[in-house]
């Protein structure tokens, strides 16, 4: 049975942790505080605070700490550890030549799931390159879908599907707060709104073309629709979301330049 460790097991780790096992690996989680460790416990995964031996006894190396993180984590492993391991790391904007310089000899990867794992409905991109694709590629599938995306796609990615769940979540919010105020029930509300959302995407889905046609097609002239989209345009709500999206995606790109320049004064020495 092969060995996947897990270093930094918290809201994704644990997912991560979950896909491993449900892959048949053997899996090592770390962590910093006894709630982790007693959490990825209660999964069926050994639990340890020394990220050095959890790396040596592993095959496979999954990196779930927050960018930030990163280069005390790396500070603490050996270098030649990481030789021979496929190593695949889910930190936001981290880049794969920095994690290069920190895991020479290593296979690297760059995984960007999201949240909706817990429901195995992630939506992961990955990128880089090694004979360990496939095998990468299984492990996230058990969450979910998978996309193979060039490098440059993972900033952007990160802020639209990895940040997604939280931008939808806020604009389910903003619509249930709109019903509770025009007096629906916010059970009611909550509820029908989930079952429109899943109908919405499947819709669009089947319908192919650009979703402005589907808009069309519920907008009836002088009807109610037309009302709510004159009041979303009001306030600027399409610019919003493309604000969103892009200051989410400069923000992935600048924790990468971040990291990358801490790496290299710290961990390579150079200025
Ligand atoms: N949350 C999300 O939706 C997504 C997050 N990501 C990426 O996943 C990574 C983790 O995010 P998230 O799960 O939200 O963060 P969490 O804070 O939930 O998890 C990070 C974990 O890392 C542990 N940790 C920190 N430092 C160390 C260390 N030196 N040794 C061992 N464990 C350590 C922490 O342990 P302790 O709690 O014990 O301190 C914590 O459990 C980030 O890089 C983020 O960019 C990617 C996609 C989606
Ligand atoms: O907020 C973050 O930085 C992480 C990356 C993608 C989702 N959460």
């Given at each position: 049975m092969e060995t996947l460790s897990v270093l930094g097991a918290g809201t994704i780790g644990s997912l991560l942790v979950k896909a491993g096992l449900s892959q048949g690996y053997r899996v090592v989680a770390t962590g910093r505080s006894e709630r982790t460790l007693l959490r990825v416990k209660g999964l069926g995964a050994e639990a340890i605070t020394d990220n050095a031996s959890a790396v040596m006894r592993s095959d496979l190396v999954m990196i779930s700490v927050k960018p930030q993180h990163f280069p005390e984590l790396a500070k603490s492993?050996?270098?030649?550890?990481?030789?021979?391991k496929t190593v695949i790391s889910v930190m936001a904007g981290v880049r794969l030549d920095t994690l290069r310089k920190v895991m020479g000899g290593a296979q690297v990867f760059r995984a960007m799931p999201n949240v909706n794992a817990v429901v195995n409905m992630s939506t992961t991109a990955i990128t880089g390159e090694g004979e360990a694709k496939e095998l990468v590629d299984s492990l996230f599938r058990s969450l979910g879908v998978t996309y193979w995306v060039s490098e440059d796609m993972m900033d952007v990615w990160t802020a639209l599907i990895g940040s997604g769940p939280a931008f939808i979540s806020e604009i389910v919010d903003g619509l249930v707060l709109g019903a509770v105020s025009s007096g629906m029930p916010r059970d009611l509300a909550y509820s029908s709104v989930l079952d429109m959302l899943k109908g919405t995407a499947e819709n669009l889905k089947n319908h192919k073309g650009h979703p402005v046609e589907v808009r069309d097609n519920v907008t009836t002239p002088a009807g109610t629709t037309i009302r709510g989209l004159k009041a979303m345009e009001e306030r600027g709500v399409k610019a919003a979301l493309i604000e969103t999206v892009e200051s989410s995606s400069r923000r992935a790109s600048e924790l990468g330049k971040l990291i990358d320049e801490r790496i290299r004064r710290e961990l390579i020495g150079e200025d």
């Open positions: 492993i050996p270098r030649e550890l990481w030789r021979g």
